[in-house]
């Protein structure tokens, strides 16, 4: 996966222990979609969603197998960070899609509905974009055995 320097991003690393409040680094957050949503992107057996790490740093990861420990690889996912800063709690991540080609990414930034999420249940706003409508993705927190927990970000 690609790799830039923070300073591609606007957010910079979480430094704020509250964190721990809203999401747990031991776990991985699914996307749920709509049966409808699936059916039209053919997502029946596809798994994505968001690992977050201590240092203020997350990964979203595509394709995921909860039965095998290495497709939770690091270098698997998408590199971004988040902030939990002033009572708002923020994520940026790299994407690459339609209207960028070969090796153009870009940023999303999006945030964390602190009061409508639980530790549990994380529904994250996407802002309008150029490339992106102002929507709502929910992700459920999913255990992690301990041997899953093995990879550590390499951005």
């Known amino acids: 996966m690609v790799r830039y320097k923070p300073v591609k991003f ?8 509250n964190f721990i409040k809203y999401v747990d680094t031991s776990s991985f957050y699914i996307a749920i979609h709509s049966d409808k949503f699936i059916k039209k992107y053919n997502l029946q057996d596809y798994t994505t969603g968001f690992k977050f790490y201590g ?12 039965l095998k420990p290495e497709s939770f690889n690091s270098e698997r996912a998408s590199m971004g960070y988040y902030n ?7 994520i940026e991540t790299l994407y ?5 080609l070969g090796s153009n ?12 999420s639980s ?3 994380l529904f994250i706003k996407n802002f309008k ?6 929507s709502i993705a929910k992700y459920v927190r999913m255990d992690l ?11």
């Open 105 to 116: 990414y870009m940023a999303s930034k999006k945030e964390i509905l602190l009061n409508k």
């Open 84 to 90: 939990f800063i002033g009572g708002k709690f923020y």
């Open 145 to 155: 055995p301990k041997e899953f927990l093995i990879y550590k970000p390499d951005w």
């Open 129 to 134: 974009s150029s490339r992106g409508s102002d």
């Open 119 to 121: 530790k549990d249940t």
């Open 55 to 66: 240092n203020g740093k997350v990964g979203f990861i595509k394709g995921v197998n909860f």
């Open 10 to 17: 606007s957010i910079k690393p979480n430094h704020n222990k």
């Open 96 to 100: 690459s899609g339609p209207g960028l």
